[in-house]
């Protein structure tokens, strides 16, 4: 049987009217690398609170985050996201463990490379003020100079490097 997934076409226009829809509600974008950013902070804040008190970013972001850091509009939304990936795959019965590779490289390379991509774009994020969604999919629904460099950026970033990595899928 083969698998369908949504026409993305139509999931890029849903995607921008809930775009407009949270930029209305909200006052706000989109955005992930928020929500990591809130939960590294309440995590260092209860593992080492002399650390946090003493380090000028926890203690600035811990300010502008009055209560929890975890009180964040991008936390729920990224809980909000995996909630409803997880009731996605169950209902198009695409709900399985696997790790997909091509057929040069074996699973140890796929998960380096992937752990690697993720830790790269996490510090890509935090120089740039914002992921994919954050900087470049909000930026541009605002029509920022800034989300649209940075979508420049990621698109020409991941065309440059795919030709380096191709080998690996083909």
Not at 33 to 49: D, H, I, L
Request: aromatic share 12%.
């Amino acid at each position: 049987m083969q698998t369908k997934y949504m026409n993305p076409y139509l999931a890029g226009f849903l995607l921008g009217l809930l775009l407009v829809a949270t930029v209305y509600i909200t006052g706000r974008g989109l955005g992930a690398s928020g929500a990591v950013k809130s939960m590294t902070v309440q995590v260092v804040e209860s593992v080492t609170p002399n650390h946090a008190e003493n380090t000028k970013f926890y203690k600035e972001y811990l300010s502008e985050h009055t209560g929890s850091p975890l009180k964040s509009w991008l936390v729920f939304e990224v809980i909000g996201v995996l909630i409803g990936a997880f009731i996605s795959g169950l209902v198009s019965e695409r709900l399985n463990l696997t790790l997909e590779h091509g057929p040069r490289i074996d699973s140890r390379i796929r998960i380096f490379g992937a752990i690697t991509g993720g830790l790269l774009f996490g510090f890509g994020a935090q120089l740039g003020r914002g992921c994919t969604s954050g900087a470049a999919l909000s930026g541009m629904a605002v029509l920022s100079s800034g989300g649209i460099l940075t979508m420049i950026a990621i698109f020409g970033g991941a065309y440059l490097f795919a030709y380096f990595f191709r080998k690996f899928w083909i």
